[in-house]
């Protein structure tokens, strides 16, 4: 029960990065990725994963009114991020040239899902929820997915994208694919939110205790402080603040822009540390 409600939690901060519209502050020009790469040195810790996810609204998207549109959609978008990603210039709908590039793209199909309501299905009524995922490597070396989901808000129809990048190894050269990614887009998904990643592994295998003794020193070596530390019995989670990562959400009176998150995995017989920024936007 307590691992239960220890995921909803962590659902939910995940929701409220991606669902909601944070406040930020602070932008840095600064790489993310040279704090979260201090992090995992302090740690000890060596890096095997880094992802980046972009999130953003489409508006309603009145082209798709129907799932086959949604995977049409989302098909024209992925084309359009690996054409210009590997300097093939899209033509305006976002299809690549016919050439070698457009040859080599390969786009893998994930789920595709329509939920309707139980009255409404017969009569050409959109469903009320709606998703299509798709998958592509990148030019650059990292692995794309991307995500389309339509539904309803506040009565009105919206297409949400999200885009989540991965790449093993130290994945040093994301960050600035992250920042290039609305731009490659086009102008339709500008001003999204932006969260980044690190996953590094720790020998052997350390108590609950180590692990949030071990938080609270990394926090302190990055001149931060820790806003909330929660437990699963195995898990460690910390979010705080530090000046050394520009960008922040906004919680009442409370500054986010770190996450870490340690848990013992017995299969690989590592501790497995995630550090993130401004949360941690995938499951650990």
């Keep these: 029960m307590r691992r239960f409600l220890f995921m909803a939690f962590i659902l939910l901060i995940i929701s409220a990065v991606f669902f909601m519209v944070p406040e930020r502050e602070a932008p840095s020009s600064e790489n993310p990725y040279f ?16 992802e980046f996810h972009y999130w953003v609204s ?9 799932l086959p549109d949604l995977e049409a959609k989302a098909e024209e978008l992925l084309k359009r ?12 709908n976002g299809d690549s040239p016919r050439n070698s590039s457009e ?39 990292g692995r794309m997915r991307l ?25 040093r050269q994301l960050s600035s694919l992250a920042y290039r990614l609305p731009s490659l887009l086009g102008p339709e998904a500008q001003k999204g939110s932006l969260s980044f ?33 929660i437990s699963d019995g195995k898990m460690v989670s910390i ?3 530090t000046p050394e990562l520009g960008d922040y959400l906004k919680a009442e009176n409370l500054r986010i822009n ?8 017995d299969y690989l017989d590592k501790t497995v540390i995630w550090a993130g920024t401004p949360l941690i936007s995938r499951y650990y």
Excluded: F, W
């Design 197 to 229: 990643c690190l996953t590094g592994h720790l020998e052997g295998e350390l108590s609950p205790e180590e692990m949030g003794e071990l938080s609270l020193i990394i926090t302190r070596d990055l001149g931060g402080e820790q806003v909330q530390s």
């Design 81 to 92: 991020i690996v054409s210009r990603e590997s300097g093939v210039k899209a033509s305006p």
């Design 103 to 141: 040859q080599s793209l390969t786009m893998e199909k994930g789920l595709s899902h329509a939920v309707y309501h139980p009255d409404n299905r017969q009569n050409g009524t959109l469903p009320v929820y709606m998703m299509a995922e798709r998958y592509s490597d990148l030019h650059s070396g």
């Design 35 to 50: 704090t979260l790469h201090r992090i995992m040195q302090l740690a000890d810790a060596t890096v095997v994963e880094g």
């Design 258 to 265: 770190l996450n870490l998150a340690m848990r013992y995995d």
């Design 147 to 171: 995500l389309l989901q339509h539904m309803e808000q506040d009565g009105v129809n919206i297409v949400h994208l999200l885009v989540t990048v991965n790449q093993e190894g130290e994945a």
């Design 58 to 66: 489409l508006g309603s998207c009145p082209e798709v009114a129907s």
């Design 239 to 241: 979010t705080g603040y």
